[in-house]
């Protein structure tokens, strides 16, 4: 029985693993039509797949002036903490779009390890004296 099992099993996982390719190659061709995702793939670091969840996200980038406007849609935008007299540190929001947070994240890595200029700002925001 046990063996039957795993057979079915495996059975399934292949049909999924049919169904996500097929998914990926429908969500790639419709992602090309939209406009701005091939300059996003011309990107050294950056794949398909992450383009689409950013614009699945993000929708229309050409409705944003700004960089720091995707960055408060995404709550990466610094807030301080503060009630009265008493004032906390400074972090991140954290508010709006968790989805759109965690790809950013996700999709940085890559970036920082193959993208020449990405690394180059990586290395002077860590490294960076803070003055206080």
Known sequence: MAKRELEANLEQYELYLKQSEQLEIEIEVLAF??????????????????????????????????????????????????SGKHKDKTSISKRVRARLRALLFRVIMPLVSKNKEFKMLHEY?????VIH
């Open 33 to 82: 039509q939209v406009p701005g995702v091939k300059d996003m793939v011309s990107m050294k670091g950056l794949g398909i797949m992450t383009s689409a969840g950013f614009i699945a996200e993000v929708s229309d980038i050409k409705r944003f002036t700004h960089p720091s406007q995707i960055q408060k849609l995404a709550g990466l935008n610094l807030i301080e903490n503060s």
């Open 125 to 129: 925001y860590t490294n960076r004296k």
